[in-house]
C-alpha cells in the first residue's frame, strides 16, 4: 500500500496569497489525484497527473516522480477556493481501484 | 457534471437494520466505486465493480455487500448496521481503470447514522 502525506493539514490565508499544499508518497506511482472536496462535502476531481506541471485557471499541480512529491498551488486565492484539498495515489500497477487518500488540507481564504 | 446521483442523501437507522445505499450513473462507465469518509482517515474503498456483475473488495470491505445488475446502478448494503458504519458514503465512477488518463466523478456522499 502506498502511504500518502499531506502537509500543512491546516492552512489559513488572505485573498490574494499564493497558496501551496503538499503531497509526499512512498511509492513510485503512475499519476497522482488532486481533488477539492466542497464545504457542503461534494468532492470534484482537479487533476491528474503523471509528469511535469498541468495548469487550470488558477491552479497549478506539479510533481517530481524521483522525490515523490507533489505541490498543489493556488495563485490570486480567493474566499471561494476554501476547501478540503485531498491527493490520492495509486498502489503500484494498480489504477483507481487502489487508491490511497491523504487526509486532505483544509484551506480557508479569508476576504 | 458527471452524471452520478447517490441516493438516499441522508439516513439514520438503528442496529442491527439492514441498508442499502443506491449508486446510480448515466455516464455509461465501467467502473464504479464504494468509498467511506471518516474524520482522521482518507477515503477508504469498500467495493468496487469493473462490470456488469464483476465486484471486488476494498479495504473495508467487512459487513458490507455490493451489487451491479446494470451497468447504471450499483449498491451497497449493510446486512445488519452497526454504530461503527456511522459515516458519509462516497459513490464514485471512472470510464477506465488506469490512473493515468481516468479521472474519478463522484456522486455527493449519503451520511448514514446508526443508532
Known amino acids: 500500500k502506498n502511504e500518502v502525506e499531506q502537509s500543512p493539514q491546516n492552512l489559513t490565508a488572505q485573498e490574494g496569497e499564493f497558496i501551496t499544499i503538499n503531497c509526499s508518497y512512498s511509492?513510485?506511482?503512475?499519476?497522482l489525484h488532486w481533488l477539492q472536496q466542497h464545504p457542503g462535502g461534494g468532492i470534484v476531481s482537479l487533476f491528474m497527473?503523471?509528469?511535469g506541471k498541468k495548469k487550470h485557471g488558477r491552479l497549478i499541480a506539479t510533481i517530481n516522480i524521483q522525490e515523490k512529491h507533489s505541490s498543489l498551488h493556488i495563485t490570486a486565492s480567493h474566499p471561494r477556493d476554501s476547501a478540503v484539498y485531498i491527493c490520492a495515489v495509486p498502489t503500484a500497477n494498480f489504477g483507481n481501484e487502489k487508491l490511497t487518500f491523504g487526509t486532505g488540507t483544509r484551506l480557508t481564504i479569508i476576504p | 457534471d458527471a452524471g452520478i446521483t447517490q441516493s438516499p442523501r441522508h439516513k439514520v437507522t438503528e442496529t442491527g437494520t439492514p441498508v442499502t445505499l443506491r449508486c446510480h450513473q448515466t455516464?455509461?462507465?465501467?467502473?464504479m466505486y464504494w468509498y467511506r469518509q471518516d474524520p482522521g482517515h482518507g477515503l477508504r474503498l469498500i467495493h468496487y465493480?469493473?462490470?456488469?456483475?464483476?465486484?471486488d473488495k476494498g479495504e473495508v470491505s467487512d459487513g458490507y455487500s455490493v451489487s451491479r445488475s446494470k451497468t447504471e446502478d450499483f449498491l451497497l448494503t449493510l446486512e445488519s448496521a452497526t454504530s461503527s458504519q456511522t459515516s458519509v458514503y462516497f459513490c464514485?465512477?471512472?470510464?477506465?481503470?488506469?490512473?493515468?488518463?481516468?479521472?474519478?466523478?463522484f456522486g455527493n456522499g449519503t451520511r448514514l447514522t446508526v443508532t
Open positions: 497527473l503523471s509528469s
Open positions: 455516464e455509461n462507465h465501467r467502473y
Open positions: 464514485a465512477i471512472s470510464p477506465i481503470s488506469s490512473s493515468y488518463n481516468s479521472p474519478l466523478h
Open positions: 511509492v513510485g506511482i503512475s499519476a
Open positions: 465493480s469493473y462490470g456488469v456483475k464483476d465486484t
